[in-house]
């Protein structure tokens, strides 16, 4: 099936309304570590969240948890986001690449890795098309995508932020959920 640019602009000017929440496991006396990491996760996911509700397909919650023992940060895609005690992770562009996760990228999700085996994410391609120029398209590496996955830190921008989102919410509508929509 051949896209076009003003393919790319129907599609994806067509939103399903949907809602995106989540919510912190806190403890009920938290030590001094443990509020710090909890105003700062709270910060980077409201900031996330904010960002994402333009693109919302799904439904969603996310669990979120402060985990001292994790190395980084870990999304899944039923939801459980998990945050590190290494403060650099507790930012927006690691709250948007962990939600990639939870909404379905890599994380044990077969629709992702069917269409990365594929390589069907003609949406998505078209978007990072739309940024790196025409023949470019999305790339899969285990359980992420590039360009825009936001895997590392020299990637966060307001710019790739932004893009970030467009891509996914075109995967999302290249069949990388289940039910789209629900």
Known sequence: MKFTLIT??????STVTAT?????????????DEADAYNRITDAMNAAIARWQPYWLA???????YVPGIGTADGNYNG??????DR???VEGYALHEIAHVLG???????????????E???????????????????CAGEHFYPY?????????????ARHCEVVDAMIRDGMQEQRGE
């Open 88 to 90: 650099q992770y507790m």
């Open 20 to 32: 995106m929440s989540w919510s912190l496991d806190r403890v009920a006396n938290p030590t001094e």
């Open 121 to 139: 994410w003609p949406l998505a391609s078209m978007v990072i098309a739309k940024y790196y120029g025409q023949g470019q398209v999305l790339h």
């Open 8 to 13: 790319l602009s129907l599609a994806l000017a």
């Open 149 to 161: 996955g936001l895997n590392f830190a020299d990637e966060f921008s307001e710019e790739n932020y």
């Open 59 to 65: 439904n969603k919650h996310c669990t979120v948890s």
């Open 80 to 85: 459980n986001i998990r945050f590190g005690s």
């Open 105 to 119: 990228v890599g994380g044990g999700n077969p629709r992702f890795y069917a269409n990365c085996q594929n390589h």
